[in-house]
């Protein structure tokens, strides 16, 4: 069973930045995908970021091109998102997702991913 553990999450101010880890354990990612999706209040989840394991090719949605970058460490099974310029927009709960049969086209589709971690709260202040 993969469990997915994240951290990093908080309250910063607007034009600060913030390191969000995710550390999957229970099997070693190989093939696949790992991603990033967030959750604000009455909204849905939506993409942020992925990463293809087998080449570390990244894919973010639009709103955080050149704000964030996501990165893996292979020896820890652990990948990374870099989030700089944060904006009062970006607060919500960030979920990471892993899944070892994701495709490019299904890369930013919630339903497309397997495993889930418990999420982390980030709040950016105006």
């Known amino acids: 069973q993969v469990q997915l553990v994240e951290s990093g999450g908080g309250l910063v101010q607007a034009g600060g930045s913030l390191r969000l880890s995710c550390t999957a354990s229970?099997?070693?990612?190989?093939?696949?995908?790992m991603g990033w999706f967030r959750q604000a209040p009455g909204k849905e989840r939506e993409f942020v970021a992925a990463?293809?394991?087998?080449?570390?090719?990244?894919y973010y949605t639009d709103s955080v091109k050149g704000r964030f970058t996501m990165s893996r460490d292979i020896s820890k099974n652990t990948v990374y998102l870099q989030m700089n310029s944060l904006k009062p927009e970006d607060t919500a709960v960030y979920y990471c997702?892993?899944?070892?049969?994701?495709?490019?086209?299904?890369?930013?589709?919630?339903?497309?991913?397997?495993?889930w971690g418990q999420g982390t709260q980030v709040t950016v202040s105006s």
């Open positions: 997702a892993a899944d070892y049969d994701v495709v490019v086209s299904g890369i930013g589709i919630a339903a497309r991913y397997d495993y």
């Open positions: 990463i293809r394991w087998s080449d570390a090719r990244t």
């Open positions: 229970g099997r070693t990612f190989s093939t696949g995908a």
